[in-house]
């Protein structure tokens, strides 16, 4: 049934509000915090689309989804030919439906948002038709190719690494994935938590590739096991993605980082995510105990707002974020924001730590702060926080976690030489062919850009998949 | 799954195991460590390998039992399997034909420091050992080191074997005599005074940090150490380190970070096996 709704009425349907689990509650457990759409609110949120003839959500897409086609299929009832739109171009939308910045993309273009209204909610509509196929249990497999003889490694299992695995095998080139952890994908399963992603939806994603025939080998570190030169030579590879993301972590170079209790985002997310530790002792491995304590992040972006939210749900008194530029200047998206606010996450804003104090023992007690005011824009167009003279201050807390960017691991690269890399140590890749400066070997994902985001690794994988398909054919 | 084919009891509490690793096998050298998980529920520890055989893929690692997750290892047979071994992970042991080394193990960092005294021993150096234990009964790879070395001294703290002393009471003799390189691998206070005693002699000395990992591939930080002037990850960086530019109160402190929970999850584990 189409949309029989007149435009001018369309605008004026307010949006839908995704439902969610109490704040005070969710803010003591890692259940998911979205409980998602039901198809009447779906429905209702679809009818707001204003099917627009040049739509401007799906340049904003990093991979172009067809939004307006699939909107068009809720508004029909056709949830299963909506999934298969979205699939046509996003090979993982039960996961960007959670965790992409859609108002920086798809819904930041909404025509709507241009009269002042809140778009269409774009991202939920997508998680919405992505779980109802999911719990249909009928998601596609897609048709898979002859077999062509090839073979292709992929090194890393995150969204680059998994969606160039699937488009791939489909290509009917055999597929293996080499992982260095023992749990496959990536950040999606050790930094982004439970309660944003719930890891049951990663494995399922899995599971799907495996019945399409890609192998999976975890505890393998390319680089160390088993080099590029010995994958392309004596184990009989043909060509090679590079997905390993930017996994090293930073931290700020102020005095007393060693400190019992300062974590890098990395390490306190990891041992709660991959390992578990919120289980301790059930599962070994432990994690400082935030049990009333106060605890401190630094950084803005989407995992630190993971990091602190973390901690709250760790029994921390309390969970304060620290950032140096404003609220607005914050890179994490912005529904996280609004959840860790409504959880009690204290936002202390421009405020820079300048040093880690402890106690005897080492531990941690305190963060020396300055406040901070926003200068004239950098180089990066942002305006530049400068400090405050005299505003110097403590801020207790026994738990500090660093949140402030990560950078390309270097561990592919010390055993490859001829693998042309930048300044920073990431990969270079032609943004095209995804071609590196080694024959048969292509790069995609943060390991490229440096940390972006999960849509873009994954439209990074799917070039790739299209460029290694054609190398192999040539 | 990683199955155990052999195992072999070294001494109270120190068990050796031989474990199917092929890939690990293939590329181990000195110095070098792996990461395993025993099972689902099993926290990811590091442990240096001793040696590998490449033709039968198999690796040997030397475990004592000193907290729940070694203690549960301790009591696995030939037959059982390990869920995830990954490596090998860190850098290879710096061997070079320096001249006349010392090589020193405390409790089980003999384990550790036995293949990288044979590596310097078959790069053409004179190696002289020092191991060091509690008692006689704690001393482990006595005739192993032995074959590898020129000259091997045994040290207890209570004479029951060897001499009476420290290694770093032995260490004082030797040095007077010219040494070019000096290897201790131990508990932190015997690496921390072997770098007190050579540093006013100014001899080359390498320590290997058994500091605190999650993943071993640089991901996490929680490694890190204070070294060669700067923040580095034991995991990529090392795990082996020029002594004098360690310190090691940080890395006495950061190893202290979990001792709370660390005993939590023993004392459980023990009242289970009890
Ligand atoms: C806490 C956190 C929250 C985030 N939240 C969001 C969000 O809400 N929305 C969003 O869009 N993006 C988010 N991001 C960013 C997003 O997760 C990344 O941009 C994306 O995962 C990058 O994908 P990738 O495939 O390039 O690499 P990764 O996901 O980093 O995967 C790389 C994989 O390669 C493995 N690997 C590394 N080196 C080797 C090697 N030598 N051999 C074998 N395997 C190796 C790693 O173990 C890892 O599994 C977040 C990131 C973090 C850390
Ligand atoms: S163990 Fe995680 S970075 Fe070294």
Same mark, same amino acid.
């Given at each position: #049934?189409?949309?029989?709704?007149?435009?001018?009425?369309?605008?004026?349907?307010?949006?839908?509000?995704?439902?969610?689990?109490?704040?005070?509650?969710?803010?003591?457990?890692?259940?998911?915090?979205?409980?998602?759409?039901?198809?009447?609110?779906?429905?209702?949120?679809?009818?707001?689309?204003?099917?627009?003839?040049?739509?401007?959500?799906?340049?904003?897409?990093?991979?172009?989804?067809?939004?307006?086609?699939?909107?068009?299929?809720?508004?029909?009832?056709?949830?299963?030919?909506?999934?298969?739109?979205?699939?046509?171009?996003?090979?993982?939308?039960?996961?960007?439906?959670?965790?992409?910045?859609?108002?920086?993309?798809?819904?930041?273009?909404?025509?709507?948002?241009?009269?002042?209204?809140?778009?269409?909610?774009?991202?939920?509509?997508?998680?919405?038709?992505?779980?109802?196929?999911?719990?249909?249990?009928?998601?596609?497999?897609?048709?898979?190719?002859?077999?062509? %003889?090839?073979?292709?490694?992929?090194?890393?299992?995150?969204?680059? +690494?998994?969606?160039?695995?699937?488009?791939?095998?489909?290509?009917?080139?055999?597929?293996?994935?080499?992982?260095?952890?023992?749990?496959?994908?990536?950040?999606?399963?050790?930094?982004?938590?439970?309660?944003?992603?719930?890891?049951?939806?990663?494995?399922?994603?899995?599971?799907?590739?495996?019945?399409?025939?890609?192998?999976?080998?975890?505890?393998?570190?390319?680089?160390?096991?088993?080099?590029?030169?010995?994958?392309?030579?004596?184990?009989?590879?043909?060509?090679?993605?590079?997905?390993?993301?930017?996994?090293?972590?930073?931290?700020?170079?102020?005095?007393?980082?060693?400190?019992?209790?300062?974590?890098?985002?990395?390490?306190?997310?990891?041992?709660?995510?991959?390992?578990?530790?919120?289980?301790?002792?059930?599962?070994?491995?432990?994690?400082?105990?935030?049990?009333?304590?106060?605890?401190?992040?630094?950084?803005?972006?989407?995992?630190? #707002?993971?990091?602190?939210?973390?901690?709250?749900?760790?029994?921390?008194?309390?969970?304060?974020?620290?950032?140096?530029?404003?609220?607005?200047? #914050?890179?994490?998206?912005?529904?996280?924001?609004?959840?860790?606010?409504?959880?009690?996450?204290?936002?202390?804003?421009?405020?820079?730590?300048?040093?880690?104090?402890?106690?005897?023992?080492?531990?941690?007690?305190?963060?020396?702060?300055?406040?901070?005011?926003?200068?004239?824009?950098?180089?990066?167009?942002?305006?530049?926080?400068?400090?405050?003279? %005299?505003?110097?201050?403590?801020?207790?807390?026994?738990?500090?976690?660093?949140?402030?960017?990560?950078?390309?691991?270097?561990?592919?690269?010390?055993?490859?030489?001829?693998?042309?890399?930048?300044?920073?140590?990431?990969?270079?890749?032609?943004?095209?062919?995804?071609?590196?400066?080694?024959? +048969?070997?292509?790069? +995609?994902?943060?390991?490229?850009?440096?940390?972006?985001?999960?849509?873009?690794? #994954?439209?990074?994988?799917?070039?790739?998949?299209?460029?290694?398909?054609?190398?192999?054919?040539? | 799954?990683?199955?155990?084919?052999?195992?072999?009891?070294?001494?109270?509490?120190?068990?050796?195991?031989?474990?199917?690793?092929?890939?690990?096998?293939?590329?181990?050298?000195?110095?070098?460590?792996?990461?395993?998980?025993?099972?689902?529920?099993?926290?990811?520890?590091?442990?240096?390998?001793?040696?590998?055989?490449?033709?039968?893929?198999?690796?040997?690692?030397?475990?004592?039992?000193?907290?729940?997750?070694?203690?549960?290892?301790?009591?696995?047979?030939?037959?059982?399997?390990?869920?995830?071994?990954?490596?090998?992970?860190?850098?290879?042991?710096?061997?070079?034909?320096?001249?006349?080394?010392?090589?020193?193990?405390?409790?089980?960092?003999?384990?550790?420091?036995?293949?990288?005294?044979?590596?310097?021993?078959?790069?053409?150096?004179?190696?002289?050992?020092?191991?060091?234990?509690?008692?006689?009964?704690?001393?482990?790879?006595?005739?192993?080191?032995?074959?590898?070395?020129?000259?091997?001294?045994?040290?207890?703290?209570?004479?029951?074997?060897?001499?009476?002393?420290?290694?770093?009471?032995?260490?004082?003799?030797?040095?007077?005599?010219?040494?070019?390189?000096?290897?201790?691998?131990?508990?932190?206070?015997?690496?921390?005074?072997?770098?007190?005693?050579?540093?006013?002699?100014?001899?080359?000395?390498?320590?290997?940090?058994?500091?605190?990992?999650?993943?071993?591939?640089?991901?996490?930080?929680?490694?890190?150490?204070?070294?060669?002037?700067?923040?580095?990850?034991?995991?990529?960086? +090392?795990?082996?380190?020029?002594?004098?530019?360690?310190?090691?109160?940080?890395?006495?402190?950061?190893?202290?970070?979990?001792?709370?929970?660390?005993?939590?999850?023993?004392?459980?584990?023990?009242?289970?096996?009890?």
């Amino acid at each position: #049934m189409p949309n029989t709704i007149p435009n001018k009425e369309r605008i004026k349907l307010p949006r839908q509000h995704m439902p969610e689990r109490d704040a005070l509650t969710r803010a003591r457990n890692f259940e998911e915090v979205n409980l998602g759409f039901d198809p009447a609110l779906a429905n209702v949120e679809a009818l707001r689309c204003l099917a627009c003839a040049k739509p401007s959500c799906t340049r904003g897409c990093p991979v172009q989804v067809d939004v307006k086609q699939f909107v068009a299929r809720i508004i029909e009832g056709d949830y299963l030919g909506a999934a298969a739109v979205i699939r046509r171009d996003n090979a993982l939308p039960a996961i960007t439906g959670r965790v992409c910045p859609q108002e920086e993309q798809c819904e930041g273009d909404c025509l709507i948002v241009k009269s002042k209204k809140d778009s269409v909610a774009i991202g939920h509509l997508e998680r919405f038709v992505a779980d109802y196929e999911r719990a249909t249990g009928k998601v596609g497999i897609p048709e898979i190719a002859p077999p062509t %003889g090839k073979r292709v490694a992929i090194v890393g299992s995150g969204p680059a +690494g998994l969606s160039a695995a699937g488009d791939l095998v489909q290509k009917g080139h055999a597929v293996r994935v080499f992982e260095a952890l023992h749990e496959l994908g990536g950040v999606l399963v050790y930094g982004i938590p439970e309660f944003r992603l719930p890891k049951e939806i990663v494995r399922q994603e899995v599971d799907v590739l495996r019945k399409m025939g890609v192998e999976f080998e975890t505890n393998v570190v390319v680089g160390k096991t088993v080099t590029l030169d010995e994958l392309l030579g004596e184990e009989g590879y043909d060509a090679i993605f590079v997905a390993t993301g930017a996994g090293l972590p930073q931290f700020l170079g102020v005095p007393g980082e060693h400190l019992n209790g300062v974590y890098s985002a990395n390490e306190f997310l990891t041992r709660i995510n991959l390992m578990r530790a919120y289980r301790f002792p059930e599962y070994d491995q432990p994690v400082y105990d935030c049990r009333d304590k106060d605890v401190v992040v630094i950084g803005g972006g989407n995992t630190a #707002m993971d990091a602190v939210r973390t901690a709250l749900r760790l029994g921390a008194r309390r969970a304060m974020l620290v950032y140096r530029r404003g609220e607005e200047e #914050m890179p994490a998206r912005r529904e996280e924001i609004k959840h860790a606010k409504e959880e009690g996450v204290e936002l202390c804003m421009l405020t820079n730590p300048i040093e880690m104090i402890g106690d005897q023992r080492g531990w941690l007690t305190g963060i020396r702060c300055v406040k901070m005011e926003l200068g004239e824009p950098g180089a990066d167009g942002r305006r530049r926080p400068v400090a405050v003279p %005299g505003s110097e201050h403590v801020i207790e807390a026994s738990l500090a976690v660093v949140a402030v960017g990560t950078s390309a691991n270097p561990l592919i690269q010390s055993t490859a030489p001829d693998l042309k890399t930048n300044r920073k140590n990431y990969i270079e890749a032609d943004p095209e062919t995804m071609r590196t400066s080694k024959k +048969g070997v292509f790069a +995609g994902g943060d390991i490229v850009t440096g940390s972006a985001t999960v849509i873009l690794a #994954m439209g990074a994988g799917r070039k790739a998949a299209r460029a290694i398909d054609q190398y192999l054919r040539e | 799954m990683f199955p155990i084919i052999a195992t072999a009891q070294l001494g109270p509490g120190v068990k050796q195991f031989e474990i199917t690793a092929p890939r690990i096998a293939r590329k181990q050298l000195a110095g070098q460590f792996v990461i395993l998980r025993l099972d689902e529920n099993g926290e990811r520890i590091p442990l240096t390998i001793k040696g590998s055989d490449p033709s039968r893929g198999t690796i040997t690692l030397v475990v004592q039992a000193v907290g729940k997750t070694t203690a549960q290892m301790s009591g696995l047979e030939a037959g059982d399997a390990i869920l995830d071994v990954v490596g090998p992970l860190g850098k290879p042991s710096e061997v070079e034909r320096y001249g006349t080394v010392i090589v020193i193990g405390g409790g089980v960092g003999t384990a550790i420091a036995l293949p990288t005294a044979t590596a310097l021993r078959d790069a053409g150096n004179r190696v002289f050992s020092i191991l060091g234990a509690r008692t006689k009964d704690l001393l482990i790879l006595e005739n192993e080191v032995r074959a590898v070395s020129d000259q091997l001294f045994v040290m207890t703290d209570d004479g029951s074997y060897g001499h009476q002393g420290l290694v770093t009471d032995k260490l004082r003799q030797l040095i007077q005599l010219p040494i070019d390189f000096v290897l201790a691998i131990g508990p932190v206070p015997m690496m921390r005074a072997v770098a007190d005693v050579t540093r006013e002699r100014k001899i080359k000395t390498v320590v290997s940090l058994n500091s605190i990992m999650v993943d071993g591939t640089g991901m996490c930080g929680g490694c890190r150490v204070h070294a060669d002037g700067d923040t580095k990850f034991a995991c990529i960086d +090392g795990p082996e380190f020029d002594a004098h530019t360690v310190d090691f109160q940080v890395l006495a402190q950061r190893n202290a970070m979990y001792r709370a929970q660390e005993q939590e999850a023993f004392a459980k584990w023990k009242e289970q096996h009890a």
